[in-house]
Structures are given as structure tokens and as C-alpha cells.
């Protein structure tokens, strides 16, 4: 089966959500593909991030960044993209362990693929 995405995003750590966030914003259709390995989940408290002045554990900061992307329509994956082919048209990215109900996606060569580090 096959879904069509003009933007998919590898990596669903705080980069990779936020930018869900605001390309959901402005209606762009997205899929966020994370393998829910974040060292942000890892983070007993921090005081580093805007917004929480009294600090925000990691898992807390990801569960509300998760929870605005959705908001904005975002879709997200747990997953790992195994590869990306180029075609014409556009890309595959194939996906293994993967908690949602499609395997492969396609998206066209216009917009941009952000992969977040």
C-alpha cells in the first residue's frame, strides 16, 4: 500500500517534531518516522529548553511536542526507514518494524525532506 506526503520526516526526537509542528501548520501533508531511540527521552530534567523555566524531563518535553504535531495533523510512525529510492516522480521510503498501518511511502520530488540529527 501506498500513501503520498509531501513531506516525511526521519527522526522524531525535538528537531524532528518541531518541524512536523510547523510544516502541519501550514497544511502540508506529513509523516513523522521515529524508532523511539531519543537521547532526549533519556533526560531526567532539563532547564536548557524555552518555555520551562522550572525544567522539563525528556519524556514529558517529546509527549507534548508528539501531542502539538498532532494537533496540527502531523502523522507519526514508529518505525525504521531502511532505505529511500529515487524515482521520477519522486521517492519510496521503505520502512521495517513499523507501528502504523502503512509500510511504504511516497511523497514528490517538490518538497523538501527534512532529516533531523
Known sequence: MQTKFDCLIIGGGPAGLA????????????????????R?????ESHNYPGFAHGVSGRRLLALLKEQADGYG????????????????GFWANMTEIRCPRRSFYWPPAWSMYIPV
Open 19 to 38: 518541524a512536523g509542528v510547523y510544516l502541519a501548520r501550514y497544511h502540508r501533508k506529513v509523516m513523522i518516522v521515529d524508532c523511539a531511540e531519543s
Open 74 to 89: 502531523a502523522g507519526y510512525c514508529k518505525g525504521r526507514i531502511i532505505s529511500l529510492e529515487r524515482e521520477k516522480q
Open 40 to 44: 532526549t527521552a533519556l533526560i531526567p
